[in-house]
T-cell receptor, first 113, second 115 residues
Framework: GQNIDQPTEMTATEGAIVQINCTYQTSGFNGLFWYQQHAGEAPTFLSYNVLDGLEEKGRFSSFLSRSKGYSYLLLKELQMKDSASYLC??????????????FGTGTRLTVIP | EAQVTQNPRYLITVTGKKLTVTCSQNMNHEYMSWYRQDPGLGLRQIYYSMNVEVTDKGDVPEGYKVSRKEKRNFPLILESPSPNQTSLYFC??????????????FGPGTRLTVL
């Protein structure tokens, strides 16, 4: 089966930096996605990594190490609106060869003043 | 505006009463998928479709049916809903090309309660 682990909850202070880790064990790998999800809303795309290294997008960066089965999402200059759940998802082929997304349970981030 | 729409957004029903949740996308995407989201379990895939008339089971297909007669629509059917199908449901779509940043776009969600 596909196994994707991330911490359940984290708390950080406004203006600070927070790193949310994700480890995965999947049969096959075709990319790792991070999504943001505010309570009761749809997930929205944040970042994508398929090669090792760091991808930077404004205040958000995502890192991937395929050999370690590890990724992290880095959020800088935290704002109150960053309070949300962050979902790590791995795209991998299933038994038919189709590429589906497999999600971790999400990390609920609370930003405090 | 590019979007995925779902209807209804909220539904309270009773055990055994057949229901359909509709999903439509206007991006000409080939790949569509249904997920359910439950506390502590994350998003789990119910069914997916690679193209018209091509559907397959995800991780939790029991109790659900789907159809893909047109590219834009992918309804989720619960023939005989049970209380354990109470959940938040999301439809998603993407271009469907492996090897590319094939981002999935999610609909707004349908909150279903089965009494």
């Amino acid at each position: 089966g596909q196994n994707i682990d991330q911490p359940t909850e984290m708390t950080a202070t406004e203006g600070a930096i927070v790193q949310i880790n994700c480890t995965y064990q999947t049969s096959g790998f075709n990319g790792l996605f991070w999504y943001q999800q505010h309570a009761g809303e749809a997930p929205t795309f944040l970042s994508y990594n398929v090669l090792d290294g760091l991808e930077e997008k404004g205040r958000f960066s995502s890192f991937l190490s395929r050999s370690k089965g590890y990724s992290y999402l880095l959020l800088k200059e935290l704002q109150m609106k960053d309070s949300a759940s962050y979902l790590c998802a791995v795209r991998a082929p299933d038994y038919t060869g189709a590429n589906n997304l497999f999600f971790g349970t999400g990390t609920r981030l609370t930003v405090i003043p | 505006e590019a979007q995925v729409t779902q209807n209804p957004r909220y539904l309270i029903t009773v055990t055994g009463k057949k229901l359909t949740v509709t999903c439509s996308q206007n991006m000409n995407h080939e790949y569509m998928s249904w997920y359910r989201q439950d506390p502590g379990l994350g998003l789990r895939q119910i069914y997916y479709s690679m193209n018209v008339e091509v559907t397959d089971k995800g991780d939790v297909p029991e109790g659900y049916k789907v159809s893909r007669k047109e590219k834009r629509n992918f309804p989720l059917i619960l023939e005989s809903p049970s209380p354990n199908q109470t959940s938040l449901y999301f439809c998603a779509s993407s271009i469907g090309l492996a090897g590319f940043q094939d981002t999935q776009y999610f609909g707004p969600g349908t909150r279903l309660t089965v009494l």
